[in-house]
């Protein structure tokens, strides 16, 4: 680890506006203020309302993760901030609150990857996994497998090409008229449907590459509640949502497989980490844990907290990367 003492850092991506003190690997404070409330009844992220509650919340939540942490800002090291990828307005407010907090304690700034910060999750105590590891990260905004070879990095493998599985599962509940988020209400419903009983493409099966796509499975549902029409649309919704969480699932397991599968050098990853919000799906847990058992592989699942957005995992990824000093950092932009 190369910056052991206590970072500030800023996550401001999405629609959580976050703020954490981590030092040498331990957790002092992780704060995060959800603004799920203000984006549900529009059945997702509204950029412009996601930039202007970060610009409300993101004073109080620094203020919060420094007293919960006990620490000041003279006990502080550096500043770290996610620069992309993102919603550019959101962005920028966590960038430019770190901006305006480094300069005015004359810290340095660490410029931070969204999504190394999800990779780096898993290096936080108390059970801190070591690389080499894949890692599929899948979440409302993101649908990613990287390959992690070190601390200050990773090799994307693989990535959405339309939709993020999250953001399928929230438009298929929005077709169903089930609300916001999706992934926690559709994995509900399907508890009582048969995830055989739609045939829902699995996109990208019968390609080689690394790559995930979800816009067939949405238009296929889309298809099929037309075709139902209304009323056995509404009797037949824990099939529908069992056998589109089906195709989800195995997409994202096919993928994965495949990765672990096609090492290069034909050497086996030791380990396999989950990330980001998808990964609370039980189904999608339960098939990773399968493939992992049968393959005799270490199956790493931080805590929920850790796997959606939070600024911890980018004081995690801080940790091994490059300061900037002042004034070098002050033309620093969201990277998107
Ligand atoms: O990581 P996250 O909190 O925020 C970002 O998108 O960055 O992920 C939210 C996504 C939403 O699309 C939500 O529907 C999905 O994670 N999600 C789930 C579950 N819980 C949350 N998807 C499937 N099953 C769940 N239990
Ligand atoms: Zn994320």
Same mark, same amino acid.
């Given at each position: 680890?190369?910056?052991?003492?206590?970072?500030?850092?800023?996550?401001?991506?999405?629609?959580?506006?976050?703020?954490?003190?981590?030092?040498?690997?331990?957790?002092?404070?992780?704060?995060?203020?959800?603004?799920?409330?203000?984006?549900?009844?529009?059945?997702?992220?509204?950029?412009?309302?996601?930039?202007?509650?970060?610009?409300? &919340?993101? +004073?109080? /939540?620094?203020?919060?993760? #420094?007293?919960?942490?006990?620490?000041? $800002?003279?006990? %502080?090291?550096? @500043? =770290?901030?996610?620069?992309?990828?993102?919603?550019?307005?959101?962005?920028?407010?966590?960038?430019?609150?770190?901006?305006?907090?480094?300069?005015?304690?004359?810290?340095?700034?660490?410029?931070?990857?969204? &999504?190394? +910060?999800? /990779?780096?999750?898993?290096? #936080?105590?108390?059970?801190?996994?070591? $690389?080499?590891? %894949?890692?599929? @990260? =899948?979440?409302?905004?993101?649908?990613?497998?990287?390959?992690?070879?070190?601390?200050?990095?990773?090799?994307?493998?693989?990535?959405?090409?339309?939709?993020?599985?999250?953001?399928?599962?929230?438009?298929?509940?929005?077709?169903?008229?089930?609300?916001?988020?999706?992934?926690?209400?559709?994995?509900?419903?399907?508890?009582?449907?048969?995830?055989?009983?739609?045939?829902?493409?699995?996109?990208?099966?019968?390609?080689?590459?690394?790559?995930?796509?979800?816009?067939?499975?949405?238009?296929?549902?889309?298809?099929?509640?037309?075709?139902?029409?209304?009323?056995?649309?509404?009797?037949?919704?824990?099939?529908?949502?069992?056998?589109?969480?089906?195709?989800?699932?195995?997409?994202?397991?096919?993928?994965?497989?495949?990765?672990?599968?096609?090492?290069?050098?034909?050497?086996?990853?030791?380990?396999?980490?989950?990330?980001?919000?998808?990964?609370?799906?039980?189904?999608?847990?339960?098939?990773?844990?399968?493939?992992?058992?049968?393959?005799?592989?270490?199956?790493?699942?931080?805590?929920?907290?850790?796997?959606?957005?939070?600024?911890?995992?980018?004081?995690?990824?801080?940790?091994?990367?490059?300061?900037?000093?002042?004034?070098?950092?002050?033309?620093?932009?969201?990277?998107?």
């Amino acid at each position: 680890m190369i910056n052991r003492g206590p970072i500030l850092a800023i996550e401001t991506s999405c629609d959580d506006t976050c703020a954490a003190v981590v030092e040498n690997g331990k957790i002092r404070s992780n704060v995060i203020s959800s603004q799920a409330a203000a984006h549900a009844g529009f059945g997702g992220v509204v950029p412009e309302v996601a930039a202007r509650h970060h610009l409300e &919340l993101a +004073g109080p /939540v620094v203020e919060a993760a #420094l007293a919960e942490a006990g620490t000041t $800002p003279a006990d %502080l090291e550096a @500043v =770290a901030v996610t620069t992309g990828p993102g919603l550019i307005g959101a962005l920028l407010v966590g960038i430019s609150t770190a901006k305006a907090l480094a300069w005015s304690w004359q810290l340095p700034l660490i410029e931070v990857d969204h &999504l190394h +910060g999800h /990779v780096a999750a898993n290096f #936080l105590e108390p059970d801190p996994l070591e $690389p080499p590891f %894949l890692c599929l @990260v =899948a979440s409302g905004g993101h649908t990613q497998l990287a390959a992690v070879t070190g601390y200050d990095g990773y090799e994307l493998l693989g990535q959405t090409l339309d939709d993020a599985a999250g953001e399928a599962l929230d438009k298929a509940a929005r077709m169903l008229d089930l609300g916001y988020p999706g992934g926690p209400v559709i994995q509900r419903i399907a508890a009582d449907g048969d995830p055989e009983a739609f045939d829902f493409p699995v996109g990208m099966r019968g390609s080689d590459s690394l790559n995930f796509s979800f816009s067939g499975l949405k238009t296929s549902l889309l298809y099929t509640i037309r075709d139902l029409g209304d009323e056995e649309t509404e009797k037949r919704k824990p099939d529908l949502a069992a056998s589109y969480q089906h195709a989800v699932v195995e997409q994202l397991t096919g993928r994965l497989e495949r990765a672990l599968d096609s090492r290069a050098g034909g050497e086996d990853w030791p380990a396999v980490a989950l990330g980001g919000g998808v990964a609370a799906n039980r189904p999608l847990r339960e098939r990773v844990r399968e493939i992992c058992d049968r393959r005799g592989l270490e199956m790493k699942l931080v805590p929920m907290q850790l796997c959606t957005d939070n600024a911890a995992m980018i004081a995690a990824a801080a940790a091994y990367l490059p300061v900037t000093p002042l004034p070098d950092y002050l033309p620093v932009e969201a990277a998107t």
